[in-house]
């Protein structure tokens, strides 16, 4: 049994209340790790941690930073099968979709962010008798907070710029997940990030993550997860005045036109629907296609729905684990009950798989795809975070946005037509933070990656993130008159 306190001022520490949280292997339920279950105790001294290391780490060069954040992602890349596989026990996802995707995006944050960092400028304002130029310097101690879908790679995404803009942080992963992250504190200690730099709280949401939302010295929180929490945030950090980014949920439409490339546009509509059993924010849930290919459409996207493997996430044949807990699959059922109470037909999934022990008591869920449902109902309306897609027709271009844009989410879309001009038209018509045309989840780091309505504040990525993890001031030189007079 692998038992994590929290990394506090560069060590192990117990938590300070003494309790720990159980954590299962979702794919099994079988119980695996504790955790600490931080309080405010323990969130009060991992930030004394962070305070007290500031004044020296804020003072160091970039150059230093980011060589430091080369070596991380070093470190990351030579552990890479042993973070796959944690990522996969803690989470459920197939170690081959943790393999490709998740650890290697871990480690390209760290290098992408030292890069950035390197390359970054600032602004000038030359006027007749003054000089303007802005300044950068680091926000101080920083709050991190993260969900379970994509563990190690959300969590880094925001630790790569917080370091390398020379903040000292406090992180909290998703008590559901938190084994990676501890595996990171392994690593920082083994390159030689100074003590207090990075410090790790683990516990409950309401718990240790309530208690760093208002703590007075965490002057910015940067959190990716459910709307409703980050809501929550939002109403006790406002009054804080603290910096926030709020990266929240989606219930993002895959809008497919007739003059598509069809089996491109069948195999991203899958893509889009179900990697990483549906639970990434980005997920295209709400499929909107024009009449005259509905049925076609519909026929081509079950069949190959129904040919994702499901099962033992260590299995290289795997497409699908299992979901995240035995609760929250508990909470896509309920969406799956209520689509069929509201007489949607369901084409594919919708039950759970007949699997082998120990995989028999594990989180799983069929990929299921609904049709028939009305736009608004709340299987339409609602983020469901799992592998369930709903399918709907439309008959102009008019009503296609009017149903895309008719949620109260704002993330991502995905547009699927050959033809450039409608393709542009529609995308800046769409009141969503990110649109794909042709692709799905195809990312740039540099690029702004956020949401609007009630999908977020603020933008991640690029110089977004170096940003928001620094405070710029303006300075103004008077100069006087031309040189000489
Ligand atoms: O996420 P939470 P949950 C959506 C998805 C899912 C729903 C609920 O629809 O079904 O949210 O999932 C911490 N103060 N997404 O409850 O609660 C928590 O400990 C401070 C979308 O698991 O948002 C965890 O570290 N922190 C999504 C983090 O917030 C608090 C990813 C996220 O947990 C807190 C995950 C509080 N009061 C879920 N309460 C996405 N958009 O990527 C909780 N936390």
């Known amino acids: 049994m692998i038992e994590r306190g929290h990394w506090i001022g560069g060590e192990w520490v117990a938590p300070v209340e003494g309790a720990y949280l159980d954590n299962p292997n979702p794919a099994t339920n079988q119980v695996f790790s504790r955790v600490a279950r931080g309080t405010s105790a323990d969130v009060n001294r991992a930030v004394e941690a962070a305070k007290s290391a500031f004044p020296a780490w804020s003072k160091t060069t970039v150059e230093y930073r980011a060589a430091l954040c080369e070596a991380i992602a070093d470190r990351i890349a030579a552990r890479a099968e042993e973070f796959a596989a944690l990522e996969s026990q803690d989470q459920g996802k197939p170690v081959s979709l943790a393999s490709r995707i998740d650890i290697p995006r871990a480690e390209t944050n760290f290098r992408f962010f030292a890069g950035a960092a390197r390359h970054s400028r600032s602004d000038c304002f030359p006027m007749p008798t003054a000089l303007n130029y802005t300044w950068r310097r680091p926000v101080g101690v920083v709050?991190?907070?993260?969900?379970?879908?994509?563990?190690?790679?959300?969590?880094t995404w925001k630790v790569a710029p917080a370091l390398v803009m020379g903040n000292t942080i406090v992180a909290k992963p998703s008590e559901l997940t938190p084994m990676t992250a501890s595996l990171l504190a392994d690593v920082m200690a083994e390159v030689g990030v100074p003590p207090g730099v990075f410090n790790l709280v683990h516990g409950l949401g309401r718990e240790a993550g309530q208690a760093m939302v208002e703590h007075p010295d965490i002057q910015a929180i940067s959190f990716t997860g459910g709307t409703s929490t980050g809501a929550t945030i939002a109403a006790t950090a406002a009054p804080k005045f603290k910096k926030l980014s709020?990266?929240?949920?989606?219930?993002?439409?895959?809008?497919v036109f007739a003059d598509c490339d069809f089996e491109k546009a069948v195999a991203g509509t899958a893509k889009a629907g179900f990697t990483n059993q549906g639970e990434v924010c980005l997920c295209g849930s709400r499929i909107l296609v024009e009449r005259p290919i509905f049925e076609s459409f519909v026929t081509a996207l079950v069949e190959r729905v129904k040919a994702i493997q499901i099962g033992d996430p260590s299995a290289p044949e795997t497409g699908m684990g299992a979901l995240v807990s035995q609760d929250h699959r508990a909470k896509v059922e309920s969406?799956?009950?209520?689509?069929?109470?509201?007489?949607?037909?369901i084409h594919c999934g919708g039950k759970r798989p007949e699997l082998l022990a120990p995989f028999d008591q594990g989180a799983f869920l069929e990929p299921t795809v609904i049709t028939g449902l009305s736009h608004d109902c709340r299987v339409v309306q609602e983020e469901i975070f799992g592998p369930v897609v709903t399918v709907h027709p439309f008959d102009s271009v008019e009503k296609a946005l009017a149903l895309a844009n008719g949620v109260r989410y704002g993330l991502a879309a995905s547009v699927w037509t050959q033809d450039l001009t409608k393709a542009h038209r529609f995308s800046e018509a769409l009141q969503t933070g990110m649109v794909w045309v042709n692709t799905w989840l195809e990312r740039d780091l540099r690029?702004?990656?956020?949401?609007?309505?009630?999908?977020?504040?603020?933008?991640e990525g690029g110089r977004y993130s170096l940003e928001f993890f620094s405070e710029v001031s303006n300075i103004c030189i008077e100069l006087g008159g031309p040189l000489g007079e």
């Open 143 to 155: 709050g991190l907070i993260t969900p379970w879908n994509l563990p190690l790679y959300l969590l």
């Open 246 to 255: 709020l990266e929240l949920g989606g219930k993002n439409p895959t809008v």
């Open 335 to 345: 969406y799956i009950a209520l689509a069929k109470e509201e007489g949607g037909t």
């Open 447 to 459: 690029v702004p990656f956020g949401g609007v309505k009630e999908s977020g504040v603020g933008r």
